[in-house]
């Protein structure tokens, strides 16, 4: 069994995709192809927002709207404590300071309450991360951010796709820009790297485009400090592709999520979606005290399991020197110690799940 099975999903697109890679190969135009623009215009109508520009990374796609925003040495950024390290990474990869904020304990996604006490006289914005697929509590972190002067920029490298209160609002619509990742192993996945920044705001879309292309808004001219983030035609083409699957995958992902959640419920803690939130189930991940059992127990079945996250943010060397008490964010220390992630992914069938969820039953003696 696999984690994510890419090789399934290739065969199940293998005419599509081949097509689209050859089509790239024969034309030549890899970089900045017709391609490129073809896909941002699927993207925006798909979600419903004026621009949507793709980049090389998920990474860079957090590190540019804040080169546009002009973020500073001094500035502290706020960000989950429990996240991949990418979110707090470019922050002080930029020079700001990465300020910790601790998670709630059913949703595993930033708390606002603990959002408005960490907030200062130097704080300048806010990554909230829509994490496994479900996105943050958007609204409330918003008017937050409106009360003291703060920009949002939604970290939805898991959560393309995701539907926020009455089923209908769309991650990557909700904040003043919003980012995702096309990474392989992400809901939309490429063959490679990529990434995409969504915005309603015309400067910020020229600015993000300016940066992302050594600076220059005109061939030569370089009127900014940029880098080279620019994202890949081939792997464009096969987003587009995918593009066109997607929203099969997310009900696929929906009944196997139900699957797992039918089998391990009151068992161990499993997923809590909020009422009118549609998760993309980038990962199902439970909770568990006897984590390294389970893991071991499934690892001796060839069930593959992963850790999302085993270290929080605040704990890791890089951070050492912020030095963060793990009494800052309890609940992001206690998550890292218990949870787990299940294998995910749209081509698993019913016998699998019922594989998967009584191997971990086995473990925890039930
Ligand atoms: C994957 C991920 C990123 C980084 O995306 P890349 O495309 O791998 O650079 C950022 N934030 C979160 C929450 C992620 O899961």
Redesign the pocket.
């Known amino acids: 069994m696999e984690f994510i099975d890419l090789k399934a999903q290739y065969r199940a697109y293998k005419t599509e995709i081949d097509k689209a890679i050859t089509g790239i190969v024969e034309s030549t135009q890899f970089i900045q192809g017709p391609v490129i623009r073809e896909l941002e215009t699927e993207l925006a109508a798909y979600l419903g927002v004026r621009h949507a520009i793709t980049c090389a990374?998920?990474?860079?796609a957090?590190l540019l709207p804040m080169m546009a925003f002009g973020v500073q040495p001094g500035d502290e950024i706020l960000v989950p404590d429990f996240?991949?390290i990418?979110?707090a990474e470019m922050v002080a990869f930029i020079g700001a300071t990465p300020v910790f904020v601790d998670v709630d304990d059913k949703t595993y996604n930033l708390n606002p309450d603990d959002l408005a006490r960490k907030i200062t006289s130097r704080s300048k914005g806010i990554i909230p991360?829509s994490?496994y697929g479900q996105c943050a509590d958007l609204d409330a972190i918003n008017a937050i951010a409106a009360r003291h002067g703060l920009w949002v920029m939604e970290?939805g490298?898991?959560s393309f796709g995701a539907l926020y209160k009455d089923l209908r609002r769309k991650s990557g619509t909700l904040t003043r820009v919003a980012t995702t990742?096309?990474?392989p192993a992400?809901p939309l996945g490429c063959y490679g790297?990529?990434?995409a920044m969504f915005t309603n705001d015309d400067n910020l879309a020229a600015e993000l485009r300016c940066y992302l292309n050594h600076g220059q808004a005109q061939r030569y001219h370089h009127k900014r400090i940029g880098i080279n983030g620019r994202f890949d035609s081939l792997q464009a083409a096969i987003v587009r592709v995918k593009l066109r699957h997607f929203d099969d995958e997310v009900i696929a992902r929906q009944r196997i999520a139900d699957w797992y959640t039918e089998l391990l419920k009151g068992k161990v803690i499993t997923p809590h979606i909020e009422p009118g939130n549609r998760s993309v189930w980038a990962q199902y991940t439970i909770r568990t005290p006897r984590r390294e059992e389970v893991c071991e127990h499934l690892k001796n079945k060839n069930i593959p399991t992963a850790v999302h996250y085993p270290i929080p943010l605040h704990r890791q060397e890089c951070f050492r020197h912020l030095d963060v008490a793990d009494t800052s964010c309890p609940i992001s220390c206690k998550l890292s110690a218990e949870v787990m992630s299940l294998p995910m992914h749209p081509f698993l069938t019913r016998t699998e799940v019922e594989r998967v969820a009584t191997s971990v039953l086995e473990a925890i003696g039930d």
């Open positions: 990374s998920g990474t860079d957090l996240t991949f990418a979110t991360v994490l970290d490298a898991q990742s096309f990474f992400k790297d990529g990434g």
